[in-house]
Structures are given as structure tokens and as C-alpha cells.
């Protein structure tokens, strides 16, 4: 599984956009880019995936260079409840899906007013 | 989405006495489920995989006459800690994989346990 290298922290404010980037240099040509959020006491929830290129959902984009060795998260104008632990993950999905997640130290994004 | 639950969320027991948490997908059939463990300010440590109806494969360095993990059902799987120590308090999540969105490992709340 390739490793990944994330911030240990971000600082933003309320608004703002936050792009949190993660290096995976080692990604294998079957990796796809998973992010997960985490909120104290809680399970991590599931954000964004995606393989290359731009994905785009409700809540994130994932831009992804064509060499596929890093990623960027990018949260549109933050608000307060977004302040969590924000985790890049890299895996083979392969035909019977994930065989099993590594979490990397995560970026912890501290949203203030 | 898919819903896995956890219980209990949180428990209290005293050293040495064994501790049986609970993951359950809610609305679907979670053929692979898997547990982590997290201390505070630090990330997920996977435990191990359990597939459903055979033995689970523990990481390196995780105690499997420990930490004993059951997965009976395509609904349930159980984990119990064992001989619980105060080392063993812990966040203890889990996760599940469905078939139909194997892209995605849906996770539990978590249960926080603390032994005295």
C-alpha cells in the first residue's frame, strides 16, 4: 500500500477555501485516492475518490495531477464545523474492493470564526 | 448512505475483565468488516479483517487470543478484548465493505472503552 505524506495541521477561517495536499509517490497504477473526514469521538466519513484528474462532489474537489503522485483536497469557503482530522488514503480497489485502508497521520484543520 | 452501528459506545470495566463490542451493518451485507483501534491525537491502527464465516487475519503485532473477533453473520461481527488492561483503553472503531459499493468502507461510531 502506498504511503502517504499529509500536513500534520492547517489553520484557517471561516469562508476561506482550504486545499490540504497529500503525497503519495509510491502510488501503484491500480491506486484510487480516497479522503476521509474524522470529528472527535466519531468514525471517519467518507468525503471523496477518485483515480485522476478532477472529481467533484457536494462537499469537496479532488484535483489529481497526471502523474498521480499527489492529491489536493479542496473545501470550498469552511465554516466552523468543518474543523476536523482529514485523512488521504491510497488502495487498490481491485475486483473485490479495498482489501484493507492504512491510515497515514492525517492533517488536523482548525476552522476559527 | 450505509449505516454500521457500534455497541455499546461507551464502557467502563474494571482490569481484567473481558469486553465484547459489537458492529453491525444496519442496511446492507458487509462481507469484509475491520477494526481499528485509535489512541487519543493519533491516527487509526487497523487490527484486522474478518470475512464473513472464516477467521480473521490480525496485523502485526496485534494479539489474537486478545483480541478476539467473530464475524458470524453478513450483519455482525463481534470484537472481544479480552483480560482488558488500562494499555487496552482505546477508541476501538469499525468498518464494513458491501459488496455493491466495494469503493467505500462505511464506519461505525465508535466505542470508547476504558479500563480502571
Known amino acids: 500500500l502506498a504511503k502517504t505524506t499529509q500536513p500534520i495541521s492547517m489553520d484557517s477561517y471561516e469562508g476561506q477555501e482550504v486545499n490540504i495536499t497529500c503525497s503519495h509517490n509510491?502510488?501503484?497504477?491500480?491506486?484510487?485516492i480516497t479522503w476521509y473526514q474524522q470529528f472527535p469521538s466519531q468514525g471517519p466519513r467518507f468525503i471523496i475518490q477518485?483515480?485522476?484528474t478532477k472529481v467533484t462532489n457536494e462537499v469537496a474537489s479532488l484535483f489529481i495531477p497526471a502523474d498521480r503522485k499527489s492529491s489536493t483536497l479542496s473545501l470550498p469557503r469552511v465554516s466552523l464545523s468543518d474543523t476536523a482530522v482529514y485523512y488521504c488514503?491510497?488502495?487498490?480497489?481491485?475486483?473485490?474492493?479495498?482489501?484493507?485502508?492504512?491510515f497515514g497521520t492525517g492533517t488536523r484543520l482548525l476552522v476559527s470564526p | 448512505g450505509a449505516v454500521v452501528s457500534q455497541h455499546p459506545s461507551r464502557v467502563i470495566c474494571k482490569s481484567g475483565t473481558s469486553v465484547k463490542i459489537e458492529c453491525r451493518s444496519l442496511?446492507?451485507?458487509?462481507?469484509?468488516m475491520f477494526w481499528y483501534r485509535q489512541f487519543p491525537k493519533q491516527s487509526l491502527m487497523l487490527m484486522a479483517t474478518?470475512?464473513?464465516?472464516?477467521?480473521?487475519?490480525?496485523e502485526q503485532g496485534v494479539e489474537k487470543d486478545k483480541f478476539l473477533i467473530n464475524h458470524a453473520s453478513l450483519t455482525l461481527s463481534t470484537l472481544t478484548v479480552t483480560s482488558a488492561h488500562p494499555e487496552d483503553s482505546s477508541f476501538y472503531i469499525c468498518?464494513?465493505?458491501?459488496?455493491?459499493?466495494?469503493?467505500?468502507?462505511?464506519f461505525g461510531p465508535g466505542t470508547r472503552l476504558t479500563v480502571l
Open positions: 442496511d446492507f451485507q458487509a462481507t469484509t
Open positions: 488514503l491510497v488502495g487498490d480497489i481491485g475486483n473485490t474492493g479495498f482489501q484493507k485502508l492504512v
Open positions: 474478518s470475512n464473513e464465516g472464516s477467521k480473521a487475519t490480525y
Open positions: 477518485g483515480y485522476k
Open positions: 509510491n502510488i501503484a497504477t491500480n491506486d484510487y
Open positions: 468498518s464494513a465493505r458491501s459488496l455493491s459499493s466495494y469503493n467505500e468502507q462505511f
